[in-house]
């Protein structure tokens, strides 16, 4: 009998361990195409009506649809050793929310501190 209650809590913890969610990086959740949806503080406090569009590679290049004038810009982003987003001089903290991403500015002040998007699938 306690061979049999040992087998089966061994079984159990297998089990649990096997079924969690696995963390993913910050570097690997922003792959992908994210869709802007607005800025705010915190929460989303002024939806935009523009379209834009932010594409992350895993070779350090994004690329921003600009979806009003059809431009294209290419510039590449890095991951600084806090664990920080930058482009273009620009730091950020990085949030995941399932589909949502959030951009925190890091170092400077600003009305809307973050931006919100969505991803595309």
């Not at 061994?10 to 800025?39: H, M, N, R, Y």
């Not at 350090?60 to 600009?66: D, G, I, M, N, P």
């Not at 730091?91 to 969505?118: E, G, P, W």
Request: proline share 2%; glycine share 6%; net charge positive.
């Amino acid at each position: 009998m306690k061979t049999q209650s040992t087998l089966i809590l061994l079984l159990l913890f297998t089990l649990s361990i096997s079924c969690k969610d696995e963390e993913v990086s910050p570097q690997k959740a922003i792959l992908g195409k994210w869709e802007f949806i607005g800025i705010g503080n915190g929460r989303i406090e002024a939806p935009s009506g523009v379209k834009w569009y932010y594409e992350y590679f895993e070779d350090s290049l994004r690329l921003h649809y600009q979806s009003s004038t059809g431009q294209i810009v290419k510039t590449k982003y890095y991951w600084e050793n806090s664990g920080f987003l930058n482009t273009e001089g620009t730091t950020y903290k990085c949030v995941f929310y399932r589909d949502t991403m959030q951009l925190d500015y890091v170092h400077i002040n600003a009305i809307f501190m973050s931006s919100f998007f969505k991803r595309i699938k």
